[in-house]
C-alpha cells in the first residue's frame, strides 16, 4: 500500500437520543447540535476501493484522534491526503491555511486546488455510502448494529465500484 498515498475523510451521522444521560454527553456533538456517530473511510486514489473503514465513534470525538487510533494498521511509512481536520499530522498532506490578515500565495493556492481534486474522490464515495437511507438519515436502528450496517453498505459500494475481493 505504501506505492499509493491513500485519502481520508470522515462523516457523522445522526442517531436517536441515548436514554442514558452518561450516553448522552458521550455521543452528543456540538458542531452538528444533536447526538451522532463518526465513521471515516480511508481509500485509494481515484476512488478505486475502500481500503479502511471505521464506524461507530462517538460523533465528538475529532478527525484526527480517529485517524491516530487506526493509524497503527498501515506502516509507518505509508502516506495520507487528508482535509483541514487532520492538520498537525506529519503523515498527512493538507491544504495550505490562509494567514491572518494576508492571502495565499498563488502557488499555495494551486497546491491547494491540486489536493482537492486529489480529494474528491473520497467524497464521492461517501456520497455512495449515504445513497442508503439508512447511512444518510437519523439512524434509528439498535446502536449496536450500526457498525455492522455501515460495514455492509460499504461492502455494497465496493460491490458496485467493482473492487469487490473474493
Known amino acids: 500500500m505504501t506505492e499509493f498515498e491513500l485519502i481520508v475523510d470522515s462523516y457523522e451521522q445522526p ?19 444533536t447526538h451522532t ?19 461507530g465513534k462517538p460523533g465528538p470525538k475529532s478527525d484526527i484522534t480517529l485517524f491516530r487510533e487506526t493509524r497503527k494498521e ?38 491547494n486546488k491540486e489536493l482537492a481534486s486529489a480529494r474528491i474522490f473520497v467524497e464521492h464515495l461517501i456520497r455512495l455510502v449515504k445513497v442508503f437511507r439508512v447511512a444518510q438519515e ?15 453498505i460499504c461492502g455494497l459500494v465496493r460491490l458496485r465500484i467493482g473492487t469487490f475481493i473474493f
Open 74 to 111: 498501515f506502516e509507518s511509512t505509508q502516506r495520507f491526503n487528508g482535509d483541514k481536520a487532520y492538520e498537525g499530522e506529519e503523515s498527512i498532506k493538507t491544504p495550505h491555511k490562509k494567514p491572518k490578515k494576508q492571502e495565499l500565495t498563488p502557488e499555495q493556492k494551486e497546491k
Open 15 to 33: 442517531i436517536e437520543r441515548p436514554s442514558e444521560y452518561e450516553i448522552q454527553k458521550k455521543y452528543y456533538s456540538g458542531k452538528k447540535k
Open 37 to 55: 456517530r463518526k465513521s471515516q473511510l480511508i481509500v485509494l486514489p481515484n476512488g478505486k476501493d475502500i481500503v479502511d473503514i471505521v464506524a
Open 138 to 152: 437519523r439512524f434509528r436502528l439498535h446502536s449496536r448494529k450500526y457498525e455492522q450496517i455501515i460495514m455492509t
